[in-house]
């Protein structure tokens, strides 16, 4: 019971801070003409987060963290991705109900993807905590331990869609939601900053 718990505190604790991988699941629920329409998204986010803390507790956090190259390539890159995804969520227009136009399917798969696995706060939170983490338990503690942090990324994932369809037939002022994205941009402008901060 000690294992589920933390695992699931801990992988909340990880997902909760808005993100480009939140916040595309979160608009493609209310972009989309129903729930689901915007489940490829959400699926597919919560498959490659379920990829990265199976093989991060199966010891890939132990290669990467062992080599300082590696994981200052990740962290470039994620500055890189960080700066880039800003940008398209500031001048987005995905978030306004009134002239947004529904991704289609591959589209939405390929996005998710991306804010999925080039995202360095996944790949190192991920590697870094529930890797190290899952040391703490073997056997039957440790498949709890992840199947916990694996059930808390689907139900998250499940949520900031459902929300986003939820709050489309309350039918919120598109404003709200274009500020939204703006204030997701500076956050990841800022995560960016931060983080080349560290890097330098």
Request: with cysteine; net charge positive; proline share 3%.
């Given at each position: 019971?000690?294992?589920?718990?933390?695992?699931?505190?801990?992988?909340?604790?990880?997902?909760?801070?808005?993100?480009?991988?939140n916040?595309?699941?979160?608009?493609?629920?209310?972009?989309q003409p129903?729930?689901?329409?915007a489940l490829?998204a959400m699926?597919?986010?919560a498959?490659?987060?379920?990829?990265?803390?199976?093989?991060a507790?199966?010891?890939?956090s132990?290669i990467?963290?062992?080599?300082?190259w590696?994981?200052l390539?990740l962290?470039a890159?994620?500055?890189?991705?960080?700066?880039?995804?800003?940008?398209?969520?500031w001048?987005s227009?995905?978030?306004?109900?009134?002239?947004?136009?529904?991704?289609?399917?591959k589209?939405?798969?390929?996005?998710?993807?991306s804010v999925?696995?080039l995202?360095?706060h996944?790949?190192?939170?991920?590697?870094?905590?529930?890797?190290?983490?899952?040391?703490?338990?073997?056997?039957?503690?440790?498949?709890?331990?992840?199947?916990a942090?694996?059930?808390?990324?689907?139900?998250w994932?499940?949520g900031?869609?459902?929300?986003g369809?939820a709050?489309?037939?309350?039918?919120?002022?598109a404003?709200?939601?274009?500020?939204l994205?703006?204030?997701?941009?500076?956050f990841?402008w800022g995560?960016a900053?931060?983080l080349?901060i560290?890097?330098?």
């Amino acid at each position: 019971m000690e294992a589920v718990l933390h695992g699931m505190l801990l992988a909340f604790g990880l997902i909760l801070p808005l993100g480009a991988q939140n916040v595309f699941v979160f608009t493609q629920g209310v972009t989309q003409p129903s729930l689901l329409r915007a489940l490829p998204a959400m699926i597919t986010a919560a498959i490659c987060d379920t990829v990265l803390i199976v093989l991060a507790i199966l010891g890939l956090s132990l290669i990467v963290l062992q080599f300082e190259w590696l994981r200052l390539v990740l962290l470039a890159g994620g500055i890189l991705f960080l700066g880039y995804m800003g940008k398209v969520i500031w001048f987005s227009r995905a978030a306004n109900m009134e002239g947004a136009e529904a991704m289609p399917l591959k589209k939405q798969i390929v996005f998710a993807l991306s804010v999925s696995l080039l995202n360095p706060h996944a790949l190192l939170d991920t590697i870094g905590v529930i890797g190290t983490s899952a040391v703490m338990y073997s056997g039957q503690e440790q498949l709890a331990f992840t199947l916990a942090c694996v059930m808390a990324s689907w139900v998250w994932f499940f949520g900031l869609a459902a929300a986003g369809a939820a709050l489309k037939r309350m039918r919120i002022p598109a404003q709200i939601f274009i500020g939204l994205n703006k204030c997701s941009a500076l956050f990841m402008w800022g995560t960016a900053v931060y983080l080349a901060i560290g890097l330098l």
